[in-house]
């Protein structure tokens, strides 16, 4: 498919103006220096069918949650109710201004207001910030919280301990907010190494992050012995609330003794996911906390909603204004016509459907551990490098048969999660959806013994074929000067 720039007609307009009566205006008074630089590249000369037929045509080639099974581990991808996107598009939600009075803004802050109730009913704490904008954001927010906690008790504590299967933007998070990074191992069963973790926690740790169950699908069975190792030297417990898709109604972070909660309403609570927006990584913490979350919150006098400062303990403003509300009034939707029973079933069928997967497809593609899993299962392609195939083949194969890839390579530590493949089939995916992408697995699976140079091609039936991974790293295509360049060094891609 031709670029836009290739389509290019001289003197083809795609709109037109009337004749500009006002000679004592000129232009350049009217409008920006840059946009009438000399040197300026133009724009492409094309009609408005030609735009409109162009764009439609990528918008075709798109692949998400609409189109199909989104299987990719670590990140709930799951299928967005469309009733959800009616309500939060209502004019009294997207015309209401962040700086309007509190009086005409009532409706907005009383949805915040018990969205925070039913977020802390459902995971176990005491008070919620909706403030930040995406999932590393809350973290930033959470790590910053502990931060201050720590300086206000007057405690110089400087490392956090991560796990290796952590997520991957916990180290950065905890960087970013001041600390020193420990890892910590995971054991054979894919869980936190007890004994490890109770050398690594010590009086210069401020706490851990655990994300339960974990990044490789699997719960923390002895979430007791490290609450209490934490807790009995001084330290909080973070949990990353991303894989929450799998504990709705079974149970509640706050229960089992974490202090700071981070969710990702976009993944979990069936609000549009990816494309860099929006987001909304909300951070609730237990009572002992409230007084360190960023400002304002929400709070009610009996009479009127308020936009309130939380006191000078408070780490300040994370962002400007109320977060993005347009996804909290779509989880609040949500939330309210799940209801209890319908939370807990998101999470018993997420549960099945994620051991459904691992059981059909363990003889084909070895488990990276031998138990049963929660939300999602890893297995791994490791035993096809005997006919030459690595996990990156298989992934691309799958495309072929009109699946998006799962997550691979991740998580990456050794031995256990090498060359893995992630799979995450959330609770809207049917059995037969899930029929439909396990023979096609299988039949990867013969072909990698069978046809081995099939996989190492593939893909095949895609509008683009295998791309040179190295090479869109480093000279990645951003404009239409860098595709002339390439094609000037000569250079396939």
């Not at 764009?55 to 991808?77: A, E, H, I, W």
């Not at 989880?331 to 994620?354: H, K, Q, R």
Request: charged share 25%; glycine share 8%; net charge negative.
């Amino acid at each position: 498919m031709k670029l836009i720039f290739e389509k290019s007609a001289k003197g083809r307009d795609g709109y037109s103006l009337p004749v500009d009566l006002f000679d004592e205006v000129d232009i350049k008074d009217c409008i920006p220096a840059y946009a009438t630089l000399a040197t300026r590249k133009a724009l492409s000369e094309v009609s408005e069918v030609d735009v409109v037929r162009h764009f439609t045509k990528l918008s075709k080639f798109n692949y998400g949650v609409d189109d199909g099974l989104y299987p990719l581990g670590s990140c709930t991808m799951k299928y967005n109710p469309k009733v959800n996107e009616k309500l939060a598009s209502l004019d009294n939600f997207i015309y209401a201004h962040p700086l309007a009075p509190e009086e005409t803004v009532q409706g907005c802050l009383e949805i915040m207001h018990e969205l925070n109730k039913l977020l802390c009913e459902i995971t176990g704490v005491d008070q919620y910030t909706m403030a930040p904008a995406a999932g590393a954001h809350g973290e930033l927010t959470g790590v910053l919280i502990m931060r201050k906690y720590f300086v206000e008790h007057g405690e110089k504590r400087h490392k956090m301990l991560v796990p290796d299967s952590a997520h991957g933007t916990n180290p950065a998070s905890c960087t970013m907010g001041g600390f020193e990074m420990v890892e910590v191992k995971s054991n054979e069963r894919g869980a936190v190494d007890i004994e490890q973790l109770d050398k690594l926690m010590d009086e210069d740790t401020a706490g851990l992050y655990l994300t339960n169950p974990n990044t490789v699908g699997l719960y923390d069975d002895r979430i007791r012995d490290i609450e209490e190792i934490v807790h009995g030297r001084g330290g909080l417990l973070y949990y990353d609330g991303a894989n929450l898709n799998a504990s709705f109604g079974i149970v509640r972070p706050g229960d089992a003794g974490f202090d700071i909660i981070h969710l990702n309403l976009h993944k979990t609570f069936s609000t549009p996911h990816g494309g860099g927006g929006p987001g909304a990584g909300v951070i609730g913490v237990k009572k002992s906390l409230i007084p360190y979350l960023p400002t304002p919150i929400v709070t009610f006098d009996g009479k009127k909603y308020h936009l309130s400062d939380v006191g000078e303990k408070s780490i300040g403003m994370i962002r400007a204004f109320w977060g993005n509300f347009p996804v909290l009034a779509k989880t609040y939707a949500w939330i309210l016509s799940m209801g209890p029973d319908g939370l807990c079933n998101v999470s018993e069928t997420s549960v099945i459907n994620a051991n459904y997967v691992l059981a059909k497809l363990k003889k084909y593609y070895r488990p990276a551990y031998a138990r049963y899993c929660g939300h999602e299962c890893v297995l791994t392609g490791r035993d096809y490098k005997k006919y030459g195939i690595k996990t990156l083949d298989i992934a691309k194969r799958l495309m072929d048969y009109g699946f998006h890839p799962p997550t691979i390579y991740f998580p990456h530590f050794e031995p256990y999660a090498k060359e893995s493949i992630m799979v995450e089939p959330p609770e809207c995916e049917s059995k037969e959806v899930l029929d439909e992408f396990i023979n096609a697995m299988i039949k990867i699976s013969n072909e990698a013994e069978t046809n081995p140079e099939l996989l190492k091609d593939a893909p095949h039936n895609t509008l683009i074929r295998r791309t040179d991974d190295v090479l869109a790293a480093r000279r990645p295509i951003l404009n239409y000067d860098d595709e002339l360049k390439l094609r000037d060094e000569d250079i396939d891609f």
